[in-house]
């Protein structure tokens, strides 16, 4: 009969003593890797004949997807809206110092910019796997600048941009380029925002609506031409009113086209949205709920100012401001943060809380099938949680990249 290495000489890692999120429940299961990727122990057994190399004792840990965080405008003092000639160093110790947070994937977000910064730090930003290096790169997030004047929030006026004749092709020429692109965020309402909605998905970019005056039917029409996401629900659109919705009438809409969900990044921070508002987001619509970060280069220092793009920002605590004004401007808050927040705001289940940052960015971005779950063959980024959802250590295709140092446990 074949040997455990007939298939493969590399090693075959079990984790033993621990609860697995798998088909939306903690499940008491071993979990086994090799080759940076989720192994399936009956097929190991019985085609293979073959056994753990090594074990690992997780201490009843839950083990659970690695984090997505497909809103994230920096962290750490790096700002990914600001052009510099050490761009690419930035974005890599943004990247290591996420692990420690759980995230092991990432769309860096750049706010609305002009031109020459969009040309410049756009072909910095390349696709890439995660590792020891830091989180992966998804590909990037370009907020604005094609969005509403009257719900700017902290996007610079005199940057936003409107479709001329051009459409597309303006848009093409304040970007510069495509390539890395994975998200953008439009207001549905401008017009010839419909024939731009339906280029960018055609070439596979996920459309989100958002800094938006919006009413319903705008919305639903964005949708309908291939928008999938709303950007911080509640956050810069116009707010719910029964007669017209607006975008947030998009979570119980009967005019979404059959076989198509539509997601919604929430920002649970405490602060960007009370906790009324983001049960009754999740009790609509919880299957589309995806929780994002939106920080800013000021996550992870000091209260005082820091940059978003072209604006200051001054930190207060967990709040953040365009400096002299109370104009919220992302947030300070960490991906694991923001789980625990949603958990307890909500009282929904450990298992829920962990797929809104986990199993919904996968969907959203359509890579459920390599991450966002723990499914066999799929990519092996995983974390070890304690009950409190405190990240215990963090994996990337089956190797250890961050662990919690015990004294400061």
């Known amino acids: 009969m074949p040997s455990n290495k007939s298939v493969s000489d590399a090693p075959i890692v079990q984790f033993t003593n621990c609860r697995i999120l798998r088909s939306h429940q903690l499940q008491r299961e071993d ?14 057994f019985f085609d293979e004949k073959g056994s753990a190399d090594i074990q690992l004792d997780c201490k009843d840990s839950i083990i659970a997807p690695g984090f997505i965080d497909v809103q994230i405008n920096g962290g750490f003092g790096v700002d990914f809206s600001l052009a510099t000639d050490d761009f690419k160093s930035g974005i890599d110790l943004v990247s290591q110092k996420i692990l420690s947070h759980g995230v092991t994937s990432f769309c860096p977000t750049l706010v609305t910019s002009p031109p020459p910064v969009y040309h410049q730090v756009l072909p910095q930003i390349s696709i890439r796997n995660g590792g020891a290096h830091g989180a992966g790169i998804l590909g990037a997030h370009l907020e604005g600048p094609f969005i509403s004047k009257e719900k700017k929030g902290a996007h610079p006026e005199h940057c936003l941009r409107t479709f001329e004749a051009g459409a597309f092709q303006d848009l093409l020429a304040t970007y510069g380029s495509l390539d890395c692109v994975r998200i953008v965020t439009l207001a549905p309402e401008m ?35 291939g928008a999938t996401f709303i950007t911080h629900l509640f956050n810069a659109m116009l707010p719910f009113h029964h007669r017209d ?41 919880p299957r589309g709920l995806v929780l994002v970060t939106d920080a800013i280069a000021g996550m992870g220092l000091a209260p005082g100012r820091h940059t ?48 809104a940052a986990s199993l919904h960015p ?13 499914n066999y063959d799929s990519d092996a980024d995983f974390l070890m949680l304690n009950d409190g959802l405190y ?3 963090t994996y990337i295709a089956g190797e250890e990249v961050w662990r919690q140092d015990v004294l400061g446990m």
């Open 391 to 393: 990240v215990q250590a």
């Open 245 to 285: 919705p607006g975008i947030v009438g998009l979570l119980t809409s009967d005019k979404i086209p059959p076989g198509r969900r539509v997601f919604y990044g929430m920002i649970s921070d405490g602060i960007h949205t009370n906790p009324a508002a983001l049960r009754i987001a999740h009790r609509a619509h």
């Open 31 to 44: 979990l086994w890797v090799r080759e940076g990727k989720i192994l399936n122990p009956e097929k190991l």
């Open 191 to 225: 017009k010839r925002s419909s024939e731009v909605i339906q280029e960018l998905t055609k070439r596979g970019i996920c459309v989100s609506l958002g800094h938006s005056v919006a009413n319903l039917s705008q919305a639903e029409e964005a949708v309908q031409h």
């Open 362 to 374: 996968a969907q959203l971005l359509g890579i459920e099938h390599t991450k966002g779950t723990l």
């Open 308 to 355: 978003l793009g072209q604006q200051v920002v001054e930190i207060d605590g967990l709040n953040t401001y365009i400096a002299g004004t109370k104009t919220l401007s992302g947030s300070v808050a960490t991906m694991d943060t923001c789980v625990r927040h949603f958990q307890e705001a909500t009282g929904c289940s450990v298992e829920t809380a962990l797929e």
